[in-house]
Every structure is written in structure tokens, then in C-alpha cells.
């Protein structure tokens, strides 16, 4: 396994490896039973113990477990194989999986009409390689279809390919010689799989990848062939792999956040340290209207965490999307979410991110997310904002839509009661809210939402100890301005702790002159409460 230090550089490396391969269409996927119609977790043998009868293989009940798995998606999508969709085209396909779902659900969509082979069929793709007239599957097992029926003679003759010296394996090692082949969905330990890469991926002339599902990132090199142990399932994994995705860069290729020793909430580093209660703010964008459109970056939004565990999305504009899965693995994404308004810059993407994670959590067994949004806002979210997701599902099927009432009882968003919200509403030109978040009943976060300067409002958010305001300059009636906030401020006679600036678009269009107020900048985090009996290593800059 590669030293710590080498980790992040060596799995960069990778995935660079793999984007060009895909942007060249050169890279050939190599597809397990991970990603398949048997009921997971599943292993290689599961695919015979389901569909083999005594010494003969039944299509009855191949097609059967196929419909089974179309049936549980019902109106959705299969996630894995949308995310196979978005790396773009393969030109040889390997499988151990017996299902069409691949035909049906990644060629069909994208009006691929492709052949299927067998193992013991490959002669025909080596007459005419590497110059192939339509895309080819190659079922290692075969499949319910005539042409590449399942029998067990095909599972023996795979299994004997690695000795053998026939027409099929000199195939494949011209093939792992010539081109990278990616394996997705693949226990590497397991007998037939670790066969395979060893006969024809460890000693080959080019690089070959294994994604192997793990809790820490790293790379582990055996020859020719690298496991990426990664933290992500498939579609993030294609959010990193995607040819048309931003460059991606290492640690050391990246600027370091500016801090200041003067600001004492703000932390270089979203870790904290053992035995610490700690809620931080990490900052995704700033962005105003137009900002994601004009320079590409991200809209205002923010995360509240706990103890470095997400508990609360804000806001979901244009541009948000990329900056949250750039800081937060879509697995560890949050299970509430609040939405201030139905403007794109703060719902735009909402359909892309609530279906995503609707499916997610129903398929990982997990309660679904929590919506909290104004009363004026649920209508222009659900039946507007929402309605391209019709097709695949109801608002109310993927999410739980939670109503936060100024006038009413303040809404928690775990099931253990610590943190609960309570809306304030704002002065837009559209109905929009802002919040009072609590921590066991003591209030940590005032926020403004984008709204014009009221001192009704105002009032409100500056009891508590940190602040979060729009403002930009020239002020409106629906945006407060740098010198309305800062008159404000002075004019109180119990201040916050701290007030931060969202929403006045990009670093060079932030122009308050008040040294009072301080902007919030995309990628930082704030602490906005922390235990300080129990948190004794936190440093007066708040580092840790």
C-alpha cells in the first residue's frame, strides 16, 4: 500500500489516467456482480446458486431476477447505471453478470445498438480488432438471449481461461496489452477475479484499475495493475472520472485558504479533535444571481456540521452542486436540508440533488431527507421548482417536507432534539426565510437569507453570537447593502460575536469598508459553537 504521503498523488495520478482514457473512448470497462440484478451484497457464485437448475442453467429464472430488480426501481433510475451513462462510451464491454440490465439501461438510453458474445465466442471480436463496426458486451457467463446463451460449459471454460493457451486468452492478453480496462463492481480477492488479473492485467504492457470500496483512500500497485481503494460509490466516483468535469487537482496544487489570526472563528481544517463538541459552518459559495452563469462560481450556500457530520444543507443555487461533492462524499451528505427561496441561485439545482439523494437513501435503507422550508416557499418548490422530476417521482416520495412557520413551533432536525430551527421571514421579491438555529436550546446562528435591510428582521438575527447576512453593493429593497448592514451593527448595543457577508458574489466584488463585518469566503470553515470544558485543543484562531 502506498505511504500516506503518497496517497492523494497516487490516486490523482489515477483517475487522471482513467479521465483521459475515457475522453479518448480507448479505456475498456470490466463490470462484476456489485453492479448487477442480484440482491446485494452479492459474490460471483450467487449468479449460479439463482438461476441454475441441477447442471443446466434456467433463462426462466435469469429473466425473472431481472425483472424482480426492474420492478424495485419502479419509476426511478438505476443509479449505478446513470453513472456508467455519464462516462461516455466503452468500446469492449467485459461482464460476469448474466442480466441485460446494461443493454436496457446504459446502451438502450443512449440509442446504442450493440451485439452480445460469449467468452468462447471472442474469436469473432478478434478478426476484426481493434477495428470494431458496432459496441460489444462480452458475457463471460453468457446470458438468457440465444445467441449468448448461459450454460454451464461456459462457466467452466472461464474459469479454465487463465491456464489455457487457446484462441480466447491470447485475445485477452492482446487486448489488456493494447488497452486500460477498468474494473468496477469486483471483489479482486476473489478466486476467478484475482485469476484473471494476475494472468492478464499484473504483467500486461498497459495500466489496469480496480475500484475497491474502502474506508480510507489510497492506491495499492501490483505491476501493471493499481487498486484504488476509495470511500465514493459509483456516481461520485463518475462526478471525478466525468472527461468534461473541471481539471482535477491535488492538495499542493490547490491555494491555501487566507486566514486571519485576528478572526477567531475561522478553521484552516474541518477535523476535530477526539472528545471535542464542536459545530462548524464550512462556507460552499457566495455567489449572487448571476455569479454561477457569468464566472463559474458557485451560488451562496452553506453546511452546518456537527463534530465534522453534516447536519444541515442551505441552499441548493446553481454551481452548488460541484462545491458540495468537492468538500462531502454524497453518502455523508446531510439529512436535512433548508431552502430559502425558489430563485435559481438557490434552488436551481434542487431536483439534480434531492433525486439523487432520495435514491440513494431508499437503497441504503435510510429515512428520507428532511426539506424544511417557509410556508410561502413549499408551493413554488413542489409544483414548479421540482416539476422535471415528475417522471421519475413525487416530491412528497422524495423527501419529507418540513414547514417552518415564523409564527409557529421551531422545527428539530435529528430525531435526538439538539438542533432546531426556528424561520424568520425576509424581505425579497420573492417569499423567502431565514433562521434562528438552536443547539440544545441555545441559540448559535442568526441568518438573513437574501433580503433587503429590515430592522424587523435584523433584530431578530443579531441576538445570536454569529451572524450570517446578505448584502452587496448598491443596496435595493430586496438586498441590503455593505453600509446598511454596517450602520446597523453600530447602532446595536449588544452585538454579535462575529458577522459574515454572503451572497455579494465573487472575492472582487466584495467592498465593505466596516473591518466589523467579514465575508464569508467558499471552502472555509467557522466555528459557530464549541464545548470548551471538554475542547480545551482548540487554539485562540480556532486551529487545531
Not at 198 to 208: G, I, L, M
Not at 402 to 412: K, N, R, S
Amino acid at each position: 500500500m502506498s505511504s500516506p504521503g503518497q496517497v492523494n498523488q497516487g490516486l490523482l495520478s489515477a483517475l487522471r489516467v482513467l479521465r483521459e482514457a475515457l475522453k479518448e473512448e480507448k479505456l475498456v470497462l470490466f463490470l462484476g456482480e456489485k453492479i448487477s440484478a442480484l440482491p446485494q451484497p452479492a459474490t460471483l457464485s450467487d449468479w449460479w446458486t439463482s438461476v441454475q437448475d441441477e447442471a443446466e442453467v434456467n433463462t426462466g429464472k435469469l429473466k425473472k431476477l431481472e425483472e424482480d430488480y426492474l420492478q424495485r426501481l419502479g419509476d426511478r433510475p438505476s443509479l449505478p447505471h446513470a453513472a456508467l451513462r455519464t462516462l461516455g462510451r466503452f468500446p469492449v464491454i467485459l461482464t460476469t453478470n448474466m442480466d441485460c440490465l446494461v443493454e436496457r439501461l446504459v446502451w438502450a438510453p443512449q440509442g446504442i445498438v450493440g451485439e452480445s458474445l460469449r467468452i468462447d465466442q471472442l474469436n469473432l471480436l478478434a478478426s476484426t480488432w481493434p477495428t470494431l463496426h458496432h459496441d460489444v458486451i462480452v458475457k463471460c457467463f453468457g446470458d438468457s438471449s440465444l445467441h449468448a446463451r448461459a450454460t454451464v460449459e461456459t462457466k467452466k471454460r472461464m474459469e479454465e481461461l487463465c491456464t489455457s493457451d487457446g484462441e480466447e486468452a491470447r485475445f485477452l492478453e492482446k487486448l489488456f496489452n493494447e488497452q486500460s480496462v477498468l474494473f468496477l463492481g469486483c471483489d479482486p480477492d476473489a478466486p476467478l477475479y484475482s485469476s484473471v488479473l494476475q494472468r492478464f492485467a499484473e504483467n500486461s504492457k498497459t495500466r489496469h484499475f480496480v475500484v475497491v470500496p474502502a474506508q480510507q483512500r489510497g492506491v495499492e500497485e501490483r505491476g501493471s495493475l493499481s487498486l484504488l481503494h476509495v470511500d465514493l460509490d459509483l456516481p461520485s466516483l463518475a462526478q471525478l472520472l466525468n472527461p468534461s468535469a473541471k481539471p482535477l487537482e491535488s492538495p499542493t496544487e490547490k491555494s491555501a485558504p487566507k486566514t486571519s489570526k485576528t478572526d477567531t472563528n475561522v478553521e484552516p481544517e474541518g477535523d476535530i479533535p477526539p472528545g471535542c463538541d464542536v459545530i462548524q459552518l464550512l462556507c460552499l459559495g457566495t455567489g449572487k444571481g448571476t455569479t454561477a452563469v457569468l464566472t463559474g462560481e458557485p451560488s451562496s450556500s452553506m453546511v452546518v456540521l456537527h463534530n465534522s457530520r453534516p447536519v444541515l444543507l442551505v441552499d441548493v443555487g446553481l454551481g452548488v452542486t460541484q462545491s458540495l461533492l468537492h468538500s462531502i462524499s454524497p453518502e455523508k451528505f446531510p439529512g436535512a436540508m433548508f431552502v430559502t427561496h425558489n430563485h435559481s441561485d438557490h434552488a436551481g439545482e434542487l431536483p439534480l440533488v434531492l433525486g439523487g439523494t432520495a435514491q440513494r437513501r431508499l437503497l441504503a435503507g435510510q429515512p428520507k431527507l428532511k426539506l424544511l422550508c417557509g410556508p410561502k416557499v413549499l408551493e413554488p418548490l413542489k409544483v414548479h421548482r421540482l416539476s422535471e422530476m415528475a417522471s421519475q417521482m413525487q416530491p412528497d416520495d422524495a423527501a419529507d417536507w418540513l414547514i417552518c412557520d415564523p409564527e409557529g413551533d421551531p422545527v428539530y432536525l435529528d430525531d435526538v432534539k439538539h438542533f432546531k430551527l426556528q424561520a424568520v421571514e425576509s424581505q425579497h421579491d420573492l417569499p423567502c426565510y431565514g433562521f434562528l438555529l438552536y443547539y440544545k436550546d441555545e441559540l448559535i446562528l442568526g441568518f438573513s437569507a437574501d433580503s433587503g435591510f429590515t430592522a424587523e428582521l435584523y433584530d431578530k438575527i443579531f441576538e445570536a453570537p454569529t451572524v450570517v447576512v446578505d448584502g452587496r453593493t448598491p443596496s435595493s429593497k430586496w438586498h441590503a447593502s455593505f453600509d446598511e448592514i454596517s450602520v446597523y451593527l453600530k447602532s446595536r448595543e449588544r452585538k454579535p460575536r462575529v458577522v459574515y457577508v454572503t451572497g455579494y458574489g465573487t472575492a472582487a466584488e466584495y467592498t465593505a469598508g466596516d473591518s466589523a463585518l467579514r465575508p464569508l469566503q467558499r471552502g472555509q470553515f467557522y466555528t459557530l459553537w464549541s464545548e470548551e470544558k471538554e475542547c480545551t485543543e482548540l487554539t485562540n484562531e480556532g486551529a487545531l
